[in-house]
């Protein structure tokens, strides 16, 4: 019967099924997992460092704050500094556990992404991989998902840990809202690290690029302050970033502060727009660049 | 070995250029990070204060965490590729193998801070800058201390394999933190007296980064009862720590190669 089958549907020429696309999307998903569970020191260094990473500008802003004299309050001169339509906060520490937090999201879906390109390249899989009948977007998935997970972790543990060691209560107001904000940030994430992952094929030099982009990325962000601190120009480009967006709808919806887009409505309103476009965009340019890649050298070059 | 690490650098000159742009991306966010607290028409003083105590701290924290990270990072590679065994068999001295593999980094290293510096006077506005040659002695010190720490993450490679990365990392934010690499130790001592008095004083780091920022900004040290004493824990850590690096390090690669796990990855 199963020989039958096969013989039907041309001995392998045949489209994999829902059920097949689903197991591809399992056993991928299942084998990065298999690995990083071997690794058990990347979660915990994952899960600490937007900790470590947001206790340097809170130290920063104590000194800061200590260099003014009169014994003025870091609180209120980050209130004071970074107000905007009259709303502002006095929790520097929350606002940047949270920025760090949402960073750490941020870097990881597009680290791993651009990483697991990289390792198929360098171990030769990745020549294999596109030998397998079943469409890339399919394995992309796969390791979207796994990336997802492992980023939810680390932002999961960070707030916890992070709230407990800075003495901030995140759960005051908002966070579903924040939670909402958080989840449709995920997709254009998404697209993102499908054009990250494309232009990591492309160029090779995996490593130097991530990290480069990783700080390009922060700097952008407005991890540690508002973009209105940044120029104009800036300002225009980090508004149209989806990151940016994400981390000033989390941030805004728990701390009660004003949102880039002047509402939760607006910013919403923007994230969906490019939870809509920057997926499609991204999955595009994965698939001409390796159409491109397999034109000329193929994906094995390394 | 430095040849070939030099000749290794220049085929990824991305590589290169990234880590330039890294550099000045941090900085430029961190200061961003200070403006955030920094009130209207403030003192321009406090925000050069400010920006060399960052600065000064940055760069000995470029220097521990480069001297760190290549030398483990090598060795790992070596083990990756499966050379290490082959290395070993060689016989060229097991000591300047180590130390050449930092030898390039460092003078990129050097360049990068003093860049740094630059960058941040710009900014700023002009940054306090006495004592330089002193500064550069306790460098000087500095690194070599870095040397032996980092001699032991070599060792550790060659034991814990993958999991040793995570430990430089660890490290290295660790002492971002309690060496008070960005701030000054009174913003942890503010956080928790504990913090400074339990752990950044019993760390010889801290010492290099409180030394070389105090001599660079001219103010009194803020750990220990005199710059005469930090400088001299400095010097002490610049001899002490390659000699005890290297000892734990050769005891590590003794086990490795007893047990016949060195080429293992």
């Keep these: 019967m199963a020989a039958q089958v096969a013989a039907s549907r041309g001995f392998g020429l045949g489209r994999p099924g829902w059920r097949a696309k689903r197991e591809v999307v399992r056993t991928v998903f ?75 999201v941020v870097s990881l879906m597009l680290w791993l992404i651009g990483y697991w390109v990289r390792r198929e390249q360098e171990t030769g899989t990745l020549e294999s991989l596109y030998l397998a009948p079943v469409r890339r977007i399919w394995v992309l998935a796969g390791v979207t998902s796994y990336a997802f997970l492992r980023a939810m972790i680390a932002f999961v543990i960070a707030i916890a840990l992070g709230s407990l060691l800075f003495q901030v209560n995140p759960f005051n107001s908002g966070m579903g809202l924040a939670i909402v904000f958080l989840a449709i940030g995920f997709l254009p ?100 660049t390796e159409r491109r890649l397999r034109r000329k050298e193929g994906v094995g070059h390394y | 070995m430095s040849k070939k690490k030099i000749l290794e650098f ?67 590679e070596e083990q990756t590729r499966g050379t290490l065994e082959s290395l070993y068999l060689s016989p060229a001295s097991k000591f300047a193998s180590l130390l050449a593999r930092v030898f390039a980094i460092l003078i990129w290293v050097g360049a990068l801070a003093v860049f740094a510096i630059l960058f941040v006077g710009a900014v700023v506005g002009g940054l ?20 032996g720490i980092a001699f032991i993450f070599a060792g550790v490679t060659i034991k814990l394999k993958e999991t040793a990365q995570f430990l430089v990392s660890f490290l290295q934010f660790f002492f971002m933190i309690f060496s008070a690499q960005f701030f000054p130790f009174s913003a942890l001592r503010q956080a928790s007296p504990l913090i400074v008095d339990g752990v950044s004083r019993w760390l010889p780091v ?28 400095v010097v002490l850590f610049g001899i002490l720590s390659p000699i005890v690096g290297y000892w734990t390090y050769n005891r590590l690669e003794r086990g490795a190669r007893t047990a016949g796990t060195l080429g293992e990855y």
């Design chain 1, 30 to 104: 299942l084998a990065r997992i298999k690995i990083i569970t071997r690794y058990k020191g990347a979660i915990l260094m994952e899960a600490l460092l937007p900790i470590v990473f947001a206790a340097m500008p809170v130290l920063l802003g104590i000194t800061v704050a200590a260099q003014q004299g009169g014994g003025a309050d870091p609180g209120d001169l980050f209130c004071a500094k970074t107000k905007i339509n009259n709303l502002c906060t006095t929790n520097f520490k929350l606002y940047m556990l949270l920025g760090a937090a949402t960073f750490t």
């Design chain 2, 128 to 147: 306090p800058l006495q004592n330089a040659g002193l500064a550069l002695v306790v460098l000087v010190f500095s690194v070599s201390g870095f040397l």
């Design chain 1, 189 to 288: 994430l998404w697209g993102l690290a499908f054009m990250f992952g494309a232009f990591i094929m492309k160029i090779k030099e995996a490593d130097s690029v991530i990290q480069v982009l990783q700080w390009i990325l922060a700097f952008l962000m407005g991890v540690f302050y508002p973009i209105t601190l940044l120029p104009g120009y800036m300002q225009a480009v980090a508004g149209t970033f989806p990151p940016t967006v994400m981390t000033d709808g989390v941030r805004a919806s728990i701390l009660n502060i004003s949102f880039i887009y002047q509402s939760a409505y607006g910013s919403l309103a923007v994230l969906c727009a490019m939870a809509l476009v920057v997926p499609l965009l991204g999955y595009q340019v994965f698939e001409v």
């Design chain 2, 10 to 76: 220049s085929r990824y000159p991305i590589a290169f250029v990234a880590l330039f742009v890294q550099i000045f991306l941090i900085i430029a966010m961190f200061l961003y990070a200070s403006l955030a607290f920094t009130p209207q028409g403030s003192d321009p003083t406090a925000g050069r204060q400010v920006g060399a105590q960052i600065v000064y701290g940055f760069v000995i924290g470029l220097f521990l965490s480069f001297t760190l990270w290549d030398i483990g990072f090598s060795i790992r």
């Design chain 2, 206 to 233: 801290s010492y290099s980064v409180d030394v070389f920022r105090s001599v660079l900004i001219g103010q009194t040290p803020e750990l220990g009862p005199s710059m005469e004493v930090e400088l001299l824990i």
